[in-house]
């Protein structure tokens, strides 16, 4: 059971920039798939961002060219890069194994002026 810890969320102003981070337990270059996903009150969590061993990506429509998913191997870490964050971005940020059903605890992002 791979265990997963997510940081680097916060409180930013529109059109500002965060990083997360995904520390996982396990080598993530044996993990078939990873994805960033959110979930803001009172809606479902919705997948945001996923990058394969193979090295493909696939963003959902509403970060396309302001998000970027990446991994460094080494480190056993994932990481989702935003970019020009929007209010409706404000979420709980969660990372996990595409494949797997169980969920860390997440990572606030607030963007608000």
């Known amino acids: 059971q791979v265990q997963l810890v997510e940081s680097g969320g916060g409180l930013v102003q529109p059109g500002g920039s965060l990083r997360l981070s995904c520390a996982a337990s396990?080598?993530?270059?044996?993990?078939?798939?990873m994805g960033w996903y959110r979930q803001a009150p009172g809606k479902q969590r919705e997948l945001v961002a996923i990058t394969a061993r193979s090295g493909a990506t696939n963003y959902a429509d509403f970060v396309k060219g302001r998000f970027t998913i990446s991994r460094d191997n080494a480190k056993n870490t994932v990481y989702l890069q935003m970019n020009n964050l929007k209010p409706e971005d404000t979420a709980v940020y969660y990372c996990k194994d595409v494949n797997s059903p169980y969920w860390g605890q997440g990572t606030q992002v607030t963007v608000s002026s």
């Open positions: 396990v080598s993530i270059s044996s993990i078939v798939a």
